[in-house]
């Protein structure tokens, strides 16, 4: 299935929740903040969450700094 992660094209075999989704896509970065077509998805649900043909998927690594 096609779903576009940060704005770039990806194809997918599913299915595929969203969990594995960021760990195929943004492995190993721990914070982070997933906004799945438009809405905030929270980390409880990334298990849950089954990711859809067509979905948009904004992936954003927290970074501390000073």
Do not use: A
């Amino acid at each position: 299935m096609k779903v576009k992660v940060n704005g770039e094209k990806k194809e997918v075999f599913g299915p595929l929740t969203l969990k594995e989704l960021l760990e195929k896509f943004n492995p190993g970065s721990r914070r982070k903040v997933v906004v799945l077509n438009r809405k905030l998805v929270m980390e409880s649900e990334w298990d849950s969450k089954m990711i859809q043909e067509n979905d948009e998927v904004e992936i954003l690594n927290m970074v501390g700094g000073g």
